[in-house]
Every structure is written in structure tokens, then in C-alpha cells.
């Protein structure tokens, strides 16, 4: 048999209240009554760390990422080549490009 969810905040409050004034622990209630005992005792434990309020409703922020500051380049210059290089370049693909502009 299927155990019925507790459906919110009120309704969690009212199964909490009828299941003090039966003396029973909330797992025998809740079996007693065809709740599922897990969800009760999950809304107990969200409403007592709200101290009994439901829980205030996520708020959003919109994150954007900033611009990044622009790297600096480097140009080295051959005759009339260049070749132009940011500070994160790569030292085996310039090499490679430094042998191809002197094999010229």
C-alpha cells in the first residue's frame, strides 16, 4: 500500500499536532494512519529548524562572468615577419612557428 506524502507546510503542521495529542511516536501514527512516515519526519525536522515557519523561498542571483583583463602580447619581429604571442602561448607550438619563419 502506497503512503500518502505530506503535501506542505500546513499539512505537516496538522499531522505533527494530531500525532502529539495521540501519545503515539510518529512513526506508529503515521502507520496508523497510512502517511508516509519518512516525509512527516522530514517536514519535522525542515519546520523545527524554522522554528515552525516554512522555509523562505530560495532567491536567485544572476551571475555573469566578468570581462577578462587583456593579456599581454608580444610580437617578435624577423625581417618582415612577425609573429605574435599572448603571455599563456604555448613554447613547443612557437618554437615549431620560429623554425618555420627562419627556414624562410
Not at 6 to 14: G, P
Not at 74 to 91: H, L, N, P
Request: net charge positive; hydrophobic share 45%; with cysteine.
Amino acid at each position: 500500500m502506497t503512503k500518502r506524502k505530506i503535501r506542505d507546510h500546513a499539512d505537516a503542521h496538522a499531522c505533527l499536532a494530531l500525532q502529539a495529542a495521540s501519545g503515539l511516536t510518529l512513526a506508529a501514527w503515521a502507520r496508523q494512519e497510512g502517511i508516509d512516515g519518512r516525509s512527516l519526519n522530514l517536514w519535522r525536522v525542515n519546520l523545527t529548524r524554522h522554528h515552525g515557519r516554512p522555509p523562505r523561498p530560495a532567491k536567485l542571483v544572476e551571475l555573469i562572468p566578468a570581462p577578462l583583463p587583456p593579456m599581454p602580447r608580444y610580437t617578435i619581429r624577423c625581417r618582415d615577419m612577425a609573429v605574435e604571442v599572448a603571455d599563456d602561448f604555448d613554447q613547443d607550438t612557437l618554437l615549431r612557428i620560429l623554425q618555420v619563419v627562419a627556414a624562410c
